[in-house]
């Protein structure tokens, strides 16, 4: 399975500043997805990226928001913007495993974000 | 709407002792049914189901799918506390790749 190497692991920032969260895969992946898990909660997906295509954003998420960049097969990007205290989660990069047609996730090792 | 419920919230229990974790769902077109360990923030993926009544198993856990029934076990036998974590839920439905997840269970196993 592929192995993801996320960051920043945590941060903790100003509201109003904006905040890039890095997901490499080492291996080349069809699809990124975008998760946020809000204090207490389950995992809420933000967006599917697809390499040489914008971004599809779930109900309730924006681009404008959460800026998602994927410039090749192997990386990723989200942008947390014009931050409050809402936004405080972890947010999680994940890739399909895509055995078959299932698909189960593989995790980066996520990145918990305070903004104060 | 997609839906998936996991019962209890949460369970402390002693070590030695076996726990159940339930998932029950309501989705659309439904492809699999996957459980996670969640222990600080990335899940770490346990197992994936597909067919009703095939246990999975892998060690001291196994799990095993109702389709009829619409819900999913998780068992852990001889619990430690490394077994502690959140574990998740999350079912795999639909053409699009949509993985729709739990609440999970907060497991806590004291000594």
């Known amino acids: 399975s592929a192995v993801i190497s996320q960051k920043p692991s945590r941060d903790i920032c100003q509201r109003g500043t904006s905040l890039t969260i890095q997901c490499q895969v080492d291996?080349?992946?069809?699809?990124m997805f975008w998760y946020r898990q809000q204090p207490g909660q389950s995992l809420t997906l933000i967006a599917t990226?697809?390499?040489?295509?914008?971004?599809?954003?779930e109900s309730g998420f924006v681009i404008d928001k959460f800026p998602i960049s994927r410039p090749n097969l192997t990386f990723s990007t989200l942008t947390v913007s014009n931050m409050s205290p809402e936004d405080s989660s972890i947010y999680l990069c994940?890739?399909?495993?895509?055995?078959?047609?299932?698909?189960?996730?593989?995790f980066g090792s996520g990145t918990r974000l305070t903004v104060v | 709407e997609d839906k998936v419920v996991q019962s209890p919230l949460s369970l402390v229990v002693h070590e030695g002792d076996t726990v159940t974790l339930n998932c029950s769902y309501e989705v659309t077109n439904f492809r699999s049914l996957l459980w996670y360990k969640q222990e600080k923030k990335a899940p770490t993926f346990l197992f994936m189901l597909t067919s009703s009544g095939i246990e999975k198993k892998s060690g001291r856990l196994s799990s095993i799918l109702d389709k009829k029934e619409l819900f999913s076990i998780l068992n852990i036998t001889a619990t430690q506390t490394g077994d502690s974590a959140v574990y998740l839920c999350a079912v795999n439905s639909g053409g699009y790749q949509k993985v729709t997840f739990g609440t999970g269970t907060k497991l806590q196993v004291i000594p």
């Open positions: 994940s890739v399909d495993k895509g055995e078959g047609g299932h698909y189960g996730y593989t």
């Open positions: 291996s080349q992946v069809t699809m």
């Open positions: 990226a697809n390499q040489g295509s914008e971004a599809t954003y």
